[in-house]
């Protein structure tokens, strides 16, 4: 870790990469309207378009309120001297921290009931394949309301209670672990289709690094790789959780 990389600096950096995230989401928005109106045209179940636009309306509640976290902790008042931010920052129990962790949290689940979703469909609406996922799903609804109930009632002697912190080690490791199984159900039955069709795909004209990478987007792996970075910084209790923190909320719609 970089030496005077506190709380503050990395919570900072990870607003940065947040923005930058936001960015490359809001490119994407546009093709993924395109081609929602197209399938909807087409009879898709409207149950994708309802789950993408509360997606849509968490990040945006998410960004906007990481976007006044910041600003209060930074800005200063005329007069008052120099800002404090830290004492922003440990306040995880305020309003607009409980809203941004529960929009965290929502985001993140509504991440997971679509790659479930994914994968069922993927798998040809096999219930059997996505039986454990599903049950990893309900158990981090429990722990992630539980991560926000203890967050909002955390006192501010320090940044994070070490109860949230331990839940929110939970919360993201049961979201790995659900994640992996998906992602590798869905390259596996990616691949397993690329090798019974191998002329269909030859006419495509990619390369086998193209393919690959195709099928790693396609399994949401670069979100599974985040994932992971967030779960070893926590465990290690590293401020560079702080900063891989801030962009979960839009990480896994730009890395799928």
Request: aromatic share 10%.
């Amino acid at each position: 870790m970089p030496q005077g990389l506190d709380e503050v600096n990395a919570f900072l950096i990870g607003t940065w990469l947040q923005l930058l995230a936001i960015g490359a989401y809001c490119v994407y928005l546009p093709v993924s309207i395109a081609i929602l109106t197209r399938k909807a045209r087409e009879g898709l179940s409207p149950w994708l378009p309802i789950s993408c636009f509360l997606m849509l309306a968490t990040i945006v509640v998410d960004f906007v309120t990481s976007l006044i976290i910041a600003y209060s902790a930074f800005h200063v008042e005329e007069g008052s001297g120099l800002s404090n931010p830290a004492s922003v920052y440990q306040g995880p129990s305020t309003k607009i921290s409980v809203t941004q962790n529960a929009t965290t949290v929502a985001v993140v689940l509504i991440s997971d009931a679509i790659i479930i979703y994914r994968t069922f469909l993927l798998w040809g609406r096999s219930i059997v394949v996505v039986i454990v996922p599903a049950i990893l799903f309900l158990c981090d609804i429990a722990i992630g309301i539980w991560t926000g109930w203890t967050c909002a009632t955390a006192p501010t002697a320090n940044f994070i209670d070490a109860r949230a912190t331990t839940l929110v080690r939970y919360f993201y490791i049961v979201t790995l672990v659900q994640n992996l199984i998906c992602s590798g159900l869905m390259c596996y039955k990616v691949w397993h289709v690329q090798t019974l069709f191998p002329r269909e795909y030859a006419s495509q004209s990619l390369s086998s690094t193209q393919r690959v990478l195709d099928i790693l987007v396609q399994s949401a792996a670069l979100y599974c790789a985040h994932l992971l970075v967030v779960v070893i910084s926590n465990s290690l209790r590293s401020n560079v959780f702080y900063i891989f923190l801030p962009p979960v909320s839009a990480i896994p719609h730009i890395a799928r």
